[in-house]
């Protein structure tokens, strides 16, 4: 009884899932590979977030979210899980900081995903077309530090930096490069596929 008498009782927040990760439930299980382009700035171009979304709290399916300086263009069959996407992962994904995100733009179209850690990746949909290429390496990655508009977030994934990307949209190909840096044992990359990609919160 000593102990248990002197034990201080678990505070509301303690119990909360953002202060304890290990209350965090799913919310979405997939892959997520992102491409980001910069001019010779350093600015950013564009950034496409490709999905191929397993299940979530909002359904399952596939989506493009492309950032550019000129709008926001979210591509996919459903859009209460693409704009869900958009709007509560991509705006405040890290490659987006400090960059303005107006009203996107919904536009309905079937998204084919092609996911490879051997090979990279092939995503067209709502014409939009993104191609990885050259997997420079592959390492898991996790954390349950990941903010997303204030609430802290789990994240698991396996990672792969890749060294040749293009996007095309519209026809035309999106001007900018990819930023590549890291160690020959630790490559990073603007491009990289993302898979066996878990969301708690």
């Known amino acids: 009884m000593g102990l248990l008498a002197t034990a201080a009782p678990a505070s509301a927040a303690d119990d909360a899932p953002d202060s304890n990760p290990a209350l965090r439930k799913p919310i979405l299980v997939g892959a997520n590979p992102g491409l980001q382009l ?9 950034y496409v977030s490709t999905w191929q979304v397993e299940w979530s709290t909002h359904g399952a399916g596939n989506a493009l979210v492309l950032w550019r300086p000129d709008g926001v263009r979210v591509v996919g069959e459903d859009p209460h899980l693409a704009l869900w996407l958009a709007d509560h992962f991509v705006r405040h994904f890290p490659e987006l900081e400090g960059l303005p995100w107006p009203s996107p733009r919904f536009h309905r179209s079937t998204v084919q995903v092609r996911l490879d850690l051997a090979s990279g990746l092939q995503a067209r949909g709502g014409g939009i077309d993104v191609r990885m290429a050259e997997v420079l390496d592959r390492r898991a990655f996790a954390t349950d530090q990941f ?4 609430v802290e977030h789990s994240l698991s994934l396996v990672l792969g930096p890749c060294g040749r ?12 490069e990819i930023s590549r840096g890291g160690t020959p044992d630790r490559p990073s990359s603007s491009a990289f596929l993302a898979a066996a990609e878990v969301w708690r919160a």
């Open 165 to 176: 990307a293009r996007a095309v949209v519209d026809g035309r190909i999106q001007p900018g």
């Open 38 to 46: 910069f001019d010779t700035s350093g600015s950013c171009t564009a």
């Open 147 to 150: 903010p997303l508009g204030g």
